[in-house]
């Protein structure tokens, strides 16, 4: 009777925990010191051979980061090479420049100094060095990576949560396509993670990453499984994270206890931990619906990838509410801390959701950023074809589900 007047009695009768393995071998290297081990962490992985130092626009010169990352290189005696130009939503033709000068280069590790487009870019060379055919294959599912050289990071936009994940997203400009892979071999072997190199991120960017975490937080939350309340209040609690501390990273963009904060969160939020259990097989748990549906924002229109799921994530909550409620009404009591009936919770918490996002600057609607419905059936398409039929998993969506997505937003 306690059980079930605490309304938990539905959730243990039911089913036991799904099975799952987890294996996550990043060392993470966390805090105000945390560079000066980068040059013996790579001498260490790359025993004697050279390092690839990939990056991005140029803001890690500007920081100071990049006199520091090469201080410790060189202190390590560790020869290395460079390659700039990573640019936001990650380009297949980098990665194909990356993986060929790795190969002339005879490069044994690869450092990725940036965040999430470097790395991915970084996990998906690394993989091209030792494959013989176009690392593309690996997106377009020619092919599986299975092996890679090793990689390291250095992280400077929490967001992603690229630096100690199996995935990578990669752009095809020439197909209009944004495609994600996942494989064992492209988890970096550690992670130097020091919020004071986030202090100088754009306000947009900043509110872009926290976007970015929130939106990997819902989609591992909504889930059919019933036996998962540990990772479902994990979750919640992550999600109440990001939504108190992104608003202060804007107020206060130097405060290394915000920053540090937002830093762990990224981390945790894509490094599969919250998936344990939650999934219908031993993969991965979660919807990721919605990070389809973006993807073809970002591939049609270039787009940050935060603020395409800012706008998105509210629009699929709508969709789906009307098929499977139960667990946005649980997120909203418990993340929100809302009253009422069951469709006035769902109600306010979209409303809150959204209110969030536009409080740090996203976009919620695509007529906030000047995207009309020309590409709506195509990209509905094409986010089903590369899922193959298989497009989210809380609520299976069809290409008509898809476009009318992307009408509600």
Known sequence: DLVRSRGLGDVYKRQFLNDYIYHNTTKIIFGRSAEKYIGSECKALADGGKVLLLLGGGSAKKSGLYDKVVASLNESGVEFTELWGVQPNPRIDKVREAAMTAKRENVSLILAVGGGSVIDTAKAAAAGALYDGDPW?????????????????????PAAGSESSMASVISNPETNEKIGCSAECYLPRFAVMNPENTYTLPPYQTAC???????????????????????????????????????????????????????????????????CGRGEDIGRGGDWASHQLEHQLSAYYDIAHGAGLAIIFPA???????????????FGRRVFHLEGSGDEVIDMMISELEKFFRSIGMPTRLSDINIGCEHFREMAENAVRIKHNKLGSYVRLTADDAEEIYRLA
């Open 316 to 330: 699929w909550m709508k969709f789906v509410r009307k098929s499977n409620p139960a667990k946005l009404e649980q």
């Open 137 to 157: 294959d690996f997106y377009s599912g020619a092919a599986k990576p299975v092996k890679a050289l090793p990689l390291g990071v250095v992280l400077t936009i």
């Open 209 to 275: 990453g926290a976007s970015d975490m929130l939106a990997h937080l819902m989609e591992r939350y909504f889930v059919n499984a019933k036996c998962c309340d540990l990772t479902d209040r994990l979750i919640e609690g992550a999600a109440q994270t990001v939504i108190r501390f992104a608003p202060l990273a804007l107020e206060s963009p130097e405060d290394y206890d915000i920053r540090a904060e937002l830093m762990q969160t990224g981390c945790i939020a894509h490094n599969n931990l919250l998936d």
